[in-house]
Every structure is written in C-alpha cells, then in structure tokens.
C-alpha cells in the first residue's frame, strides 16, 4: 500500500479497544500513528486515578495521542458511570436557562477532563428535541426551542473550551426530530430544507460562531438535502456545515459500527464514504479488535489508490484532526472564577423539577424502580434514588405506598399501564424527557419530572420527596 496513504489512514481514525487497560496490539499502532482513543465505558472503571493511568499508557505508546470520551453531564458520563455525574445535565440547564450556570458546568466538565489528561469531549448535543419520542436525544437536549438550545450550546462550548479540552458538537445536522435510534437503524428527518435551517442548524450555527474545535455527524437520512445517502456519508449535508455555516474545523464521524452508518455496506467501506463526503476523523465505537483498525486503514489506501477517495481529501482530514490534538488553548487560566458549588446545582435541579399534583403522605413508602433498557448512548449505570425494589417493565407493581421510578414511561405502554393499575398512593418521578402521561391519565398518581438524572438532580429528588414523609 502506498506509505503516505497508509501513515494517513491510521491518523484519521478514532478508534477503541476493550478493557481498563492498554493491549499490546494497540500500543503498536499507536506507536505506528493511530490518531487517537476513545474511552468508553469499558474501559473505564469509575476511578478518576485509574482513568488517568489509562491515557498515560496511551500516551506513553504515542505522546501526541487525541483521547476523547463521552462526557455530557447528567444522563451521559463515562467518568462516573457507576456513581451518576456530578453536573447537571442539559434537559437541566436548559429548563433553568442560566447561560452563566451551564457555561460553569461546561468548565467543571473541562476541568476534571484536562485533569485526566482527556483533551476532546464529545459533547454538548445541539440537537433540538422536537420529537418527544425520541429514544436516544431526550434529556441530552438542553431543549425544544432552537434559540434556547442555540445558546446553551454556545455557553456549554464556551466553559469546556476554556480549560483547554476541545468540544466536538452534536449530532449534526440534528438527531432530535426522530423516533428511532441510529444505533439500531437508520432514522429519517423528513423535514424541508426551511425547516432545518430554522429548527436543526441553528444551534450548529452558534457553535461555529463560538468556535467549537470539532463537530460530529449523525446516522440518519436527510431527503430534503440528500435522498441516497445518510447524513455521516453525504457531502450535499455536510456542505451546509462547511458552505453555509462556514465551519472548518474537524468534523468526526458518529461511530461507525452503528447500524445507521454501516449495517448495509460494513464498517470499512462506510469508513471511506466518510472520509469521502468530508469527515476528517473516523470513530469507530467500543469494544473493537486491533483488526478493525488495518480493515479500515487498507480499505482507504485502496480507495486512494483506486481514485475513489483522493489523496487531497485523506490530507486535509489528516491535517485537521491533528489540529485536535494540539488542543484549544492549553492551561485553562480564563475559568479559575467560574466556580459552581454542588448546592448551586441542587437547587437548579430542583427549580428544573416539574411537581404535578399534591404528594400524598410518603411516611414508609418504598421505592420501586421500573428496569428499562437504557439507551446505548446512556449504558449502563446509577440512575435516580437507590431502590428498595426493582420490576421489570412489564411486571406489576406491589401494593402499598410506593414512590415508582421510570425512564421514558410515556413511551412504554406496558410501564403506564402497570402506573394505571396500581391504586396508590403512588408518586411517579419520571428521569427520562417529561413525555405526556399517556395510558394513566386518569390515575390520581402525583409526578415529579426531573428532565434528567445526576447527582444534583437526585439530591433534589429526594429533598422534595423527604417534605412529604419519605426517608431512607
């Protein structure tokens, strides 16, 4: 294979491996020029010491490594998966709307980032969540209004920015009006062209005029803009990023190993598309084998070679996505005075609850939680109070004076049909998108919506509940 395609071919790609640790197999390829790791959840194992030992191996193997992770805050944290994130969430910040407030929360984020040694954050989601169904965006989404949504992404990029960690924005052109997942299928965004620039984009605008170092690409079909191929793999939809919204920075493709970008045509081949419609750094998702790395590496020097993918393309990828690694501005001085106290927090998460209903007497009452599946960007992981019970989304509840824990219940017609059954007294807190109460309208139950889940949302949880009797 051509040398100067092939030492490309590794830098474009964001790749991930299995495990807390470092294989040898991936050492050498970082030695080699793989540009960077992705840390998921595997590997990760909810130590802030053990992280930090993990990208010093990283960076033992190849110094000028990117390491990225998934670090949204709320319902996203791969930092403190097993524990749930210290920081709000985005349903939070945005019901809350303190731009100051969620400016912080992007610089706390920043700071324990950077402190680990992690230097791009695939993060905040500017998605709009317009589709209340939506199984993946959600309370990931700082909201349903474009303008709000527009500047609590500028502020979020803004404060992680600040301590040198590089932000990569959301799920471009915008993931938030579907009701699929592109994990497991390729959604469709059937709306026209007027519609996204006036609902979609806006929020990608003010990134790029906040100066946003990388912006990914979502797995779904836009037939507005390009009816044949999706988003990740379509030039016309990522024009509008760089011609209309004059972005030019990285842009990073969603993980290639979902089902929207390569269930019809394999990883490697939707690997060049890609690079091909104008992605400069390839991720590939978690829990990969070494092999995947030279799959993809030998299926773009073929298509170099071939004059598929030319070599000036692969170039320019390879030279923004080594701009990631040089980071936003190292040091992080500008955000020593944003501090953010953990009773702050609290207390925004509580004005962000919605309470409808009088609580009933709570004195004795246990908590049940409903065991959903969360969705594949959330994982596994601690979700709202400690339980004393935990049913299936399909099992009754037990009798007595509960407090019933859910995600997403209006979307599950046999979680609100469980809801509907029970005779009380009952208090639903709903942790997912505060979704209307479909299938038990007219049970008397009371509802807390928290629009997301995190330790400070938690605290208020159970200080609201604790005025009405409850106690551990």
Same mark, same amino acid.
């Given at each position: 294979?051509?040398?100067?395609?092939?030492?490309?071919?590794?830098?474009?790609?964001?790749?991930?491996?299995?495990?807390?640790?470092?294989?040898?197999?991936?050492?050498?390829? +970082?030695?080699? %020029?793989?540009?960077?790791?992705?840390?998921?959840?595997?590997?990760?194992?909810?130590?802030?010491?053990?992280? =930090?030992?993990?990208?010093?191996?990283?960076?033992?193997?190849? /110094?000028?490594?990117?390491?990225? $992770?998934?670090?949204?805050? %709320?319902?996203?944290?791969?930092?403190?998966?097993?524990?749930? &994130?210290?920081?709000?969430?985005?349903? !939070?910040?945005?019901?809350?709307?303190?731009?100051?407030?969620?400016? #912080?929360?992007?610089?706390?984020?920043?700071?324990?980032?950077?402190?680990?040694?992690?230097?791009?954050?695939?993060?905040?989601?500017?998605?709009?969540?317009?589709?209340?169904?939506?199984?993946?965006?959600?309370?990931?989404?700082?909201?349903?209004?474009?303008?709000?949504?527009?500047?609590?992404?500028? @502020?979020?990029?803004?404060?992680?920015?600040?301590?040198?960690?590089?932000?990569?924005?959301?799920?471009?052109?915008?993931?938030?009006?579907?009701?699929?997942?592109?994990? *497991?299928?390729?959604?469709?965004?059937?709306?026209?062209?007027?519609?996204?620039?006036?609902?979609?984009?806006?929020?990608?605008?003010?990134?790029?005029?906040?100066?946003?170092?990388?912006?990914?690409?979502?797995?779904?079909?836009?037939? &507005?803009?390009? /009816? $044949?191929?999706?988003?990740? +793999?379509?030039?016309?939809?990522?024009?509008?990023?760089?011609?209309?919204?004059?972005?030019?920075?990285?842009?990073?493709?969603?993980? *290639?190993?979902?089902?929207?970008? &390569?269930? =019809?045509?394999?990883?490697?081949?939707?690997?060049?598309?890609?690079?091909?419609?104008?992605?400069?750094?390839?991720?590939?998702?978690?829990?990969?084998?070494?092999?995947? !790395?030279?799959?993809?590496?030998?299926?773009?020097?073929?298509?170099?070679?071939?004059?598929?993918?030319?070599?000036?393309?692969?170039?320019?990828?390879?030279? #923004?996505?080594?701009?990631?690694?040089?980071?936003?501005?190292?040091?992080?001085?500008?955000?020593?005075?944003? &501090?953010?106290?953990?009773?702050?927090?609290?207390?925004?998460?509580?004005?962000?609850?919605?309470?409808?209903? /009088?609580?009933?007497?709570?004195? %004795? @009452?246990?908590?049940?939680?409903?065991?959903?599946?969360?969705?594949?960007?959330?994982?596994?992981?601690?979700?709202?109070?400690?339980?004393?019970?935990?049913?299936?989304?399909?099992?009754?509840?037990?009798?007595?004076?509960?407090?019933?824990?859910?995600?997403?219940?209006?979307?599950? @017609?046999?979680?609100?049909?469980?809801?509907?059954?029970?005779?009380?007294? *009952?208090?639903?807190?709903?942790?997912?998108?505060?979704?209307?109460?479909?299938?038990?309208? #007219?049970?008397?139950?009371?509802?807390?919506?928290?629009?997301?889940? %995190?330790?400070?949302?938690?605290?208020?949880?159970?200080?609201?509940?604790?005025? @009405?009797?409850?106690?551990?």
């Amino acid at each position: 294979m051509s040398r100067d395609a092939a030492a490309l071919a590794l830098q474009v790609q964001l790749a991930s491996f299995a495990g807390p640790s470092l294989p040898p197999a991936w050492a050498d390829l +970082l030695a080699e %020029g793989l540009g960077g790791i992705c840390l998921f959840g595997s590997n990760l194992t909810g130590s802030l010491a053990d992280a =930090a030992a993990l990208v010093g191996e990283i960076r033992a193997a190849r /110094p000028d490594a990117l390491v990225a $992770a998934d670090e949204e805050g %709320g319902d996203v944290t791969r930092l403190h998966a097993w524990e749930a &994130s210290p920081v709000l969430g985005a349903g !939070v910040l945005g019901a809350v709307d303190s731009v100051s407030l969620t400016r #912080r929360v992007g610089a706390a984020v920043g700071r324990e980032l950077a402190a680990v040694g992690i230097d791009l954050d695939l993060g905040p989601v500017a998605d709009v969540n317009s589709d209340p169904d939506n199984p993946v965006i959600g309370t990931r989404s700082f909201g349903s209004d474009p303008a709000l949504v527009a500047r609590h992404v500028a @502020a979020w990029v803004a404060g992680l920015q600040s301590t040198g960690v590089a932000a990569c924005v959301k799920h471009f052109p915008g993931h938030g009006d579907t009701d699929q997942d592109s994990h *497991l299928t390729l959604p469709v965004v059937g709306a026209s062209i007027d519609v996204l620039r006036a609902r979609e984009l806006v929020p990608f605008a003010a990134a790029v005029d906040a100066g946003a170092a990388a912006v990914m690409t979502s797995h779904l079909m836009v037939p &507005s803009v390009d /009816p $044949a191929l999706p988003a990740t +793999l379509s030039a016309p939809v990522l024009a509008l990023l760089r011609d209309e919204l004059g972005y030019d920075g990285a842009v990073v493709s969603d993980a *290639l190993d979902m089902a929207g970008a &390569s269930a =019809a045509r394999g990883i490697p081949e939707a690997a060049v598309l890609a690079l091909a419609a104008g992605c400069d750094l390839l991720c590939t998702g978690p829990d990969k084998d070494a092999g995947l !790395v030279r799959q993809i590496q030998t299926a773009i020097v073929a298509a170099v070679d071939s004059g598929r993918l030319p070599l000036s393309r692969l170039t320019t990828a390879a030279a #923004r996505a080594t701009l990631l690694h040089q980071g936003v501005g190292k040091g992080g001085a500008r955000c020593e005075e944003w &501090s953010l106290e953990v009773s702050e927090m609290v207390a925004a998460a509580r004005r962000a609850c919605v309470v409808e209903g /009088p609580l009933p007497d709570l004195t %004795g @009452a246990r908590v049940v939680s409903v065991e959903t599946e969360a969705n594949i960007a959330v994982g596994p992981g601690r979700w709202g109070l400690v339980a004393d019970l935990t049913v299936g989304g399909g099992d009754p509840l037990p009798t007595g004076s509960l407090v019933v824990q859910v995600r997403d219940a209006h979307r599950r @017609a046999e979680v609100t049909a469980a809801i509907a059954a029970h005779p009380g007294p *009952l208090v639903v807190v709903e942790w997912g998108w505060p979704g209307p109460r479909t299938g038990w309208e #007219r049970a008397p139950h009371a509802r807390i919506c928290t629009r997301g889940n %995190g330790q400070p949302s938690i605290a208020a949880v159970t200080e609201i509940l604790g005025e @009405a009797g409850w106690s551990r």
